[in-house]
């Protein structure tokens, strides 16, 4: 599976973006999906997550409410819709899959996930 994470930029404080991961090669609706993000100097963090279906999702706690993960298995689709962006948000994002979980499960680590997109930047301004 070929993930291709875009739809990142450059916003202001307050403005939203929607992030989308295709993948290409296979289909992945059977996998497991995830959102991560890495700000410079820091570690890379999971952001959120959705089971296979979309039956099961999870969210770092500090994002809920602001973030939006879902899925649109017949387009090979995942989204992530972020509103009130705050500089804090500014990183690189990732899209991670894995094809191992069960349909009930989510991982959380970065190291459980097998593939991976390539990126792409947020940039909010204050």
């Known amino acids: 599976v070929q993930l291709q994470a875009f739809g990142g930029g450059l916003v202001q404080a307050g403005g939203s973006l929607r992030l989308s991961c295709a993948a290409s090669g296979r289909t992945f609706s059977n996998s497991v999906v995830a959102w991560f993000r890495q700000a410079p100097g820091k570690e890379r963090e999971f952001v959120a997550g959705?089971?296979?279906?979309?039956?099961?999702?999870y969210y770092t706690e500090s994002l809920k409410g602001r973030f939006t993960i879902s899925r649109d298995n017949a387009k090979n689709t995942v989204y992530l819709q972020m509103t009130s962006l705050t500089p804090e948000d500014t990183a690189v994002y990732y899209c991670?899959?894995?094809?191992?979980?069960?349909?009930?499960?989510?991982?959380?680590?970065?190291?459980?996930?097998?593939?991976w997109g390539q990126g792409t930047q947020v940039t909010v301004s204050s």
């Open positions: 959705i089971t296979w279906g979309g039956s099961k999702i």
């Open positions: 991670a899959a894995d094809d191992r979980a069960p349909y009930y499960d989510i991982f959380l680590q970065a190291s459980e996930y097998h593939y």
